[in-house]
């Protein structure tokens, strides 16, 4: 299954693409003609402060700290996340994930790209790598929507896209034992194939916790990985 696309998820796509090409596009939220997510709502998505916490994005307190990274540094090196994962984006990003909305995939992917100018643009990595779904979700879903970003954004960008990490197994909510067994626990669920270059970015739709980014950082820095960002479309605060 290359990039983690199934063969169902590509003619699943296919649709849609012909659909759009059709047809002439209107905006999902407001309903104006144009693109697919007007000027006026893609200003208003909620957003992440531009100067939050370079390690995870996330608003940082008067003193200039972040809550989070504050008391412990994480294994991965910078965030790249404009939006808030909530209203409309979480309906948009829910509908994409969980009621078969393929065709959100091109706009909330061209989103994430209309925030970076040129000279904003994140620093280039030598390889964007999906974070992985379960092959038990992936087979109910049809789709992984960590690879469809990273397909669009790679393609965008020119980066290559290496589909080298597996989930093994589903990784529930974990409650009880130290937070070195839970993460022991999250980072054996993940294995790694291939070389990769020093400095790599993971892609994915959603960060929560960021407990599966830093599972995946430490696995890829073990691996001999430098740096690791992430590109993140939206993240819970
Ligand atoms: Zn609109
Ligand atoms: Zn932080």
């Known amino acids: 299954m290359p990039l983690g696309l199934s063969r169902r998820e590509i003619w699943r796509e296919a649709p849609g693409r012909f659909v759009s090409w059709l047809l002439p596009e209107s905006c999902r939220f407001c309903s104006a003609p144009g693109t697919a997510i007007c000027d006026d709502c893609h200003r208003e998505l909620p957003r992440l402060p531009a100067d939050g916490c370079s390690w995870c994005a ?55 790209l209309r925030t970076w100018t040129t000279e904003s643009l994140p620093a280039r990595p030598g390889a964007l790598l999906p974070v992985p779904a379960h092959p038990a979700r992936l087979a109910e879903r049809g789709y992984n929507q960590a690879a469809l970003l990273a397909r669009h954004w ?84």
């Open 58 to 112: 996330l608003p940082v307190n008067a003193d200039g700290d972040c809550p989070v990274c504050s008391i412990e540094a994480p294994s991965y090196d910078y965030t790249f996340c404009p939006f808030v994962y909530t209203h409309p984006l979480a309906a948009a990003i829910s509908a994409w994930k969980f009621h078969g909305g393929l065709d959100w995939t091109r706009p909330l992917a061209q989103a994430w």
């Open 154 to 237: 790679a393609r965008a960008y020119r980066i290559p896209l290496r589909d080298v990490l597996r989930r093994t197994r589903n990784t529930p909510h974990q409650v009880g034992g130290s937070r070195d067994q839970r993460r022991a626990n999250l980072q054996s669920a993940f294995t790694l194939r291939g070389k990769l270059p020093a400095h790599i970015a993971l892609v994915d739709d959603v960060m929560t916790t960021g407990s599966t980014a830093e599972a995946l950082a430490q696995l890829l820095k073990a691996q001999g990985v430098q740096r690791v960002d992430l590109w993140i479309l939206a993240r819970a605060l």
